[in-house]
């Protein structure tokens, strides 16, 4: 568990803080959606998570450790894996074997062992047939999976990723998606993802919403990116399903449910023309 | 006056075993006081046509005319001032912030074309303003140390500084939150309307396309598949399904609910639109 309380940071140099008393837990094997507008403070919370950045009040504690004790930095660092929105800065090597191996290396794991989380993290991201690519020759979603399995082969056990899909075109975005998901389901890593996509959001277990470096909502999909008011009060925007299942409530169709995903609207819309 | 391209062609790496066909056949016309869009799958030579049409890059066959001149030809301080005419932003342009200040930034490319005293003050602050960047908070501070979505409209505010004729903007809403996309959206409407500006823009949020833009051009694999009005394009949506781009959600809806109801029309925009047509559909009445 990653437990985050009292957390509040302040830039050097800068007067006001950019996030206040932050207090949330972060379970082992959940799958965590973080929204919020431009300079929400979004970017500077995920660096908190790993030791990267340090709390100026209060503590972020990984399965024990606390990280502000330069101590644990390295096994802090192994527990949590953090990635960033632009894959072409984060690939170092000539091939994209070597690039996967390089974290595991700088552990100083034996080879053996480091070949066998090589091949275990590309074959989890699906990428196993591109052991001795050039990763400049892949397409953007391809290489920001090369860099998520150079984040797994360190087997952390919760990935934090700030805008993942950001550089990707829609392809890329959903190939990065169902990359996370099926980590998630399948190896129990944790996933907290930072994005500007709503519809990535309804993928996740919970939606925590940052305001002004407050957290302002928390919890299911379902529950947050139905309340079209306040989340355009947070800069942000309700699911174009969602306002379409206002605008039908509207107008008349107050069965119609509240759901995220276009297909299960299509099936509640096909069963008001089946009944009339 | 318009960016007209002629029988265009792009190879990159000419005469290397990799060389690459990223355009063909080009033949597209931006004019003034219109807001051109661009789609089309990764690789499909978006990027390649947008800086064949500000002249950083020259056509390896046909050719390109600003305002019906050609970039190719042209020396010294004749392209320099027809490149002002047209102001690019890049697609990552964050990562070409260097100035110390984000006025330094933004004030640096107006700078460079002569324009000082308060005319240089006054462009910076609106460019500041109508991307909405707090000038008080944010006018001192160094451009590296923004968050990923302030270091985007500072990018974009310093090419509207220099007060282009014509904008390109390549994946422009990449990074930001959804109301800084719709205030970007609304200002580049704006920026047609009042000065006249003619737009071109690239993105792969067909939202964003469909809701802005006049006229679309649909790019794969080099080559112009399709040109039409938003609502023209919209009708082929499963030809943009099969060369790999994401219809709005709303649109994929509509297409889902077509079996039912035959003569739905798939091509409308937003949840307003799409909840008339629904409810008309669901009354019977056509
Ligand atoms: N290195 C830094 N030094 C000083 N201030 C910073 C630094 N990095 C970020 N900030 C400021 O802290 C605030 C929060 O920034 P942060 O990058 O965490 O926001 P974000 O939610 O990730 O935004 P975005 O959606 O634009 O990426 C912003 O006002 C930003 O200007
Ligand atoms: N500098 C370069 N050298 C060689 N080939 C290139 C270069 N830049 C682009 N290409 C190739 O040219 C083609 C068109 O690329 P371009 O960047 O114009 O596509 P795009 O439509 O903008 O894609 P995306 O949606 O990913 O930004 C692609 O096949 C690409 O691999
Ligand atoms: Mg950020
Ligand atoms: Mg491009």
Redesign the pocket.
Known sequence: MIEVSGVSFCYPGLESPVLHDINLEIKPGEFLALLGRNGSGKSTFTRLLNGLLVPTDGDVIVDGYNTRDGSHRLRIRQLVGLLFSNPDNQLVAGIVEEDVAFGPENLGLPPAEIRERVEWALSAVGMQDYLKHPPHML??GQKQRIAIAGVLALEPSYMVLDEPTSML?PRGREEVLRTLMDLNREQGTAIIMVTHFVEEAAAADRVVILDHGRVVAMGSPLEVLTRTDDLSDWGLEAPEMVLLCHELRKRGYTRIPMALDSRRVAGAIKQFSCKD | MSIRLVQVG?R??RGLP?E?Q??KNINLEAGKNEILGII????????????LMNGVRHPSEGRVLIDDQDPAVLKGREITRLRQKVGLVF?SPEDQLFANSVYEDIAFGPRNLGVTGSELDHRVRWAMEVLDLDFEDLNQRRPQNLSGGQKRRVAIAGVLALKPEYLIL??PTAGLDPEGRKVLLKLIRKLREDLGMGVVM?S?RLQDIMSTCDRVVV?DK?EILRTGTPREILQHGRELIEIGLHLPPINLLLNELKDVFPHLDTTLLGPEEAADEIDRALRGLW
């Open positions: 397409s953007g075109d | 792009f990159y790496a990799w690459t990223a355009l089309g799958p990764t690789g499909s030579g978006k990027t390649t046509l947008l800086q697609q390549d994946e690239v792969h790019l080099g």
